[in-house]
């Protein structure tokens, strides 16, 4: 699957240009031309973007950060591994990043659905270590990177570093792709983030079409770090990031490292009234063994609008973060509907199949199911802990994992700390294995449970819950017909076979994929 969203990604930015127009702006003399391919009419707007046919030429966008540019061609970057030479780049520090905060990208960068390959960035330490560094109001589109390897401190990453809005336009990084690896480690990180192709995108920001496969370690970073994601590191507030997938391995291990607010695969950390949809990561290997708030498998911590119809498969999240969760670590104030998870989870938190934990001001759960495997003292199949949040509302969930764990109820959800939080749990159920089952879905009160079911295939006959029902065999559960998807107010509370889920004969029900 993963596969082919990337090709269709690479197809839905070909085709740009006209047969012939690289083989006529781009041969051997154009592409050695200065600063930029000759054109006739080639003047830096959007009607006549200049044109890049080659390293040199892509080096030189900097000369004009608010011009228009259209990529003619592959790009060969090996070059810039070679530490001697007759180029700027052939150093032991390789490309240098095209912006800086002090000058930074305000135009339009069209890759025409181009590659560049082989491109390397080595500033250990250094802020802002990315192909295009810092963008304000820029937009960049159909451009892909393959084979980088970006060395840097606070705000590193494959594309942008930091993308802000400080202008008219809003600023938008679309159809675009990074293979590779990151490396960060810095004395002062500055409370930056760090993104497999974005590391900070900015307020009001937009973000799609993405795809992230490589690995990123963090090691020996003093100072916080806001995020850590394999499209997004930081998500800021109002943001959007939409049709993106992600296939990685994020490594944050080094006892140097002081602290991370969320580690994800998809976003590290989504800010205020940021919205996620359509997001996936493939076969996450999240490793954490430092101070952290969240880790998960499509986001690390959230205090988002939305997440929708997103998921994270297989793989695992392993961490010491307070909360570790399949699909998210650490909740706040975010409404997530249509999305699943079958991504294992252990770690020495708060830890569940979909999410860790949640705290502050709510969260609800709607269309949502956990199907990977749960390991930790405090763990829960759906959900590890409630802290102190007002209201949380889980309407037609299920986790079917197996949970096991040094203590605490091993169902739905591990327990209810806060002493006035309500919680609302509606025609969802249990059915994992669980090894030290006390409760079928809560540990503690919740204010609202109705239309809910439980199953223990390990202890089938353990004790009932307040306000729930203990079935006896997991199977009743493949049929569409059972009472739990029949709702607990009518058809507005039922489960939506027709749109939403999609039944399985002797399988339980998944959600469908549109």
Not at 117 to 135: A, C, D, E, H, T
Not at 147 to 172: C, F, K, M, N, W
Not at 250 to 255: L, S, T, V
Not at 335 to 356: I, M, P
């Amino acid at each position: 699957m993963f596969k082919v969203f990337l090709v269709l990604l690479v197809l839905a930015g070909t085709g740009l240009t006209r047969p012939g127009m690289a083989d006529v702006y781009c041969d051997p003399a154009a592409a050695a031309a200065t600063p930029y391919a000759s054109s006739p009419r080639s003047n830096g707007t959007a009607a006549n973007p200049h044109l890049i046919c080659s390293l040199a030429q892509l080096d030189n966008v900097r000369l004009e950060p608010d011009s228009h540019f259209l990529q003619m061609a592959d790009i060969q970057a090996a070059d810039t591994r070679r530490k001697q030479g007759p180029n700027p780049w052939n150093t032991r520090f390789g490309f240098e990043p095209l912006f800086s905060a002090a000058n930074a990208f305000t135009g339009v960068y069209d890759g025409n659905g181009h590659t560049i390959y082989l491109l390397k960035i080595n500033g250990p330490g250094q802020p802002n270590r990315s192909l295009f560094g810092v963008v304000s109001s820029a937009i960049i589109r159909n451009l892909h990177l393959k084979g980088a390897l970006i060395i840097g401190g606070a705000d590193t990453a494959g594309l942008v570093s930091h993308i802000t809005y400080d202008l008219d336009r809003q600023p938008e990084i679309q159809n675009a792709s990074v293979r590779g690896h990151l490396i960060v480690s810095s004395p002062d990180m500055r409370n930056g983030a760090v993104g497999g192709v974005v590391a900070a995108l900015g307020s009001g920001a937009l973000a799609r079409d993405l795809v992230f496969a490589g690995t990123i370690r963090v090691q020996r970073a003093a100072g916080d770090i806001r995020g850590v994601g394999g499209i997004v590191g930081y998500a800021d507030t109002l943001s959007q990031l939409g049709n993106c997938a992600s296939r990685a391995t994020i490594i944050a291990r080094d006892p140097h490292i002081e602290f991370i607010l969320g580690v994800g695969g998809v976003v590290g950390t989504l800010g205020r009234l940021a919205k996620v949809e359509r997001c996936h990561a493939f076969q996450p290997k999240i490793l954490i063994d430092a101070l952290a708030l969240g880790a998960g498998g499509v986001v690390g911590r959230s205090d988002g609008r939305s997440i929708e119809r997103s998921s994270s498969r297989r793989g695992f999240v392993h961490s010491s973060a307070e909360g570790n969760g399949g699909f998210m670590g650490y909740g706040y104030t975010t409404q997530v509907t249509r999305s699943w998870t079958s991504t294992r989870v252990s770690g020495s938190g708060l830890n569940g199949g979909f999410v860790g934990t949640t705290d502050g001001g709510g969260m609800s759960f709607s269309d949502a199911f956990a199907s990977g495997a749960v390991t930790g003292e405090h763990s829960g199949g759906f959900i590890g802990a409630i802290l102190y949040s007002p209201t949380s509302t889980f309407s037609r969930v299920y986790a079917s994992g197996n949970v096991s764990a040094g203590a605490g109820i091993l169902g739905l959800l591990e327990f209810n700390q806060g002493e006035g939080n309500h919680v609302t749990i509606l025609s969802s159920f249990s059915a994992g294995a669980s090894t030290e089952f006390v409760n079928g879905l809560f540990d503690r009160e919740a204010h609202f449970l109705n239309h809910n079911y439980w199953y223990n295939p390990l202890d089938p006959s353990g004790v009932d819950c307040d306000d729930c029902t203990r079935i006896n065999s997991i199977k009743e559960l493949f049929d569409p017909n059972h009472p739990v998807y029949q709702g607990h107010g009518g058809p507005a509370t039922a489960w939506d076979f027709a749109n939403v889920w999609k039944a399985r004969p002797g399988q339980l029900p998944v959600l469908l994929q549109r």
